[in-house]
């Protein structure tokens, strides 16, 4: 085993002990810590620190029991404590690049019809959609989520109109994605397309763009209304370390 493979492993070993003070909100194990992402925010681009970027709790990323990532953690929260989990029976879902461990908890929730789907799917399960065309008729979801993926398409303006698109009226959208609030506006440009310079402008080399402040201006221009809500107005009583999620990602809830 090499040296990489070893710490690894000493790391998932250490962090899977049981009672520890940590929680995780997908499975309920106790452990003493959750996983890194790539070595945590010390290995993050500067210019991602600089920007202070909210998205993804990068040091607290992955629970060592059961796999689930923080932002499905915090989502899976966000849901509960709307009622929106509990009002699933019954209703039409798609959802984008799903999330193994969530889309557990939303299939035992009763949705109706329950569609997971990505331009690159990785399953049988999962049906072949492009979230800028997608098949899906007018007014036909009631909730769709797409967790982490506008910051990959090549045209989020285009993406949102179909979302609004196939939204029934009333039916909501989560939209989470890494912003910056020092950014005022939107950064993208088509001349960034190498992997590493992806990586330093975006956060990601598969990144390609970072929201700024106007990301509520972009999302209500195509017909979306925002029924944004920060960690402290909706789970002011969950301890954001216990529990290994970022208390600065909003809950990026929008209606039609």
């Known amino acids: 085993m090499n040296p990489t493979n070893a710490l690894a492993v000493a790391a998932r070993l250490s962090a899977s002990i049981p009672l520890g003070k940590r929680r995780c909100a997908i499975c309920g194990n106790r452990v003493g810590a959750f996983l890194p992402y790539r070595g945590g925010s010390r290995e993050a681009p500067a210019l991602m620190r600089a920007l202070d970027v909210v998205g993804s709790d990068v040091d607290n990323f992955e629970c060592p029991r059961c796999g689930a990532h923080d932002r499905e953690r915090h989502l899976l929260l966000y849901m509960e404590r709307t009622g929106l989990l509990a009002e699933l029976a019954g209703k039409v ?82 939209l989470q994605t890494p912003f910056s609030a020092m ?14 310079a992806r990586n330093e402008a975006y956060g990601q080399e598969d990144h390609v763009r970072l929201f700024g402040r106007d990301i509520f201006s972009r999302f209500e221009q195509a017909g979306l209304h925002s029924r944004v809500q920060s960690h402290a107005e909706l789970l002011a009583d969950v301890d954001p370390f216990e529990l290994g999620v970022n208390p600065r990602e909003p809950f990026f809830l929008y209606q039609r």
Request: aromatic share 6%; net charge negative; proline share 5%.
């Open 183 to 196: 950014l005022a506006k939107t950064w993208e440009d088509e001349g960034i397309v190498s992997a590493e």
């Open 93 to 174: 879902i798609v959802h984008f690049a799903p999330e193994a461990r969530l889309s557990k908890r939303i299939e035992q929730a009763g949705p109706s019809r329950y569609t997971k789907c990505d331009l690159f799917p990785s399953g049988a399960e999962v049906q072949r959609e492009d979230l800028l065309a997608m098949s899906f008729a007018d007014s036909s979801v009631d909730l769709l989520i797409a967790n982490h993926v506008l910051e990959h398409v090549p045209d989020d303006q285009q993406a949102i109109r179909e979302v609004a698109r196939v939204l029934r009226p009333g039916g909501h959208a989560i």
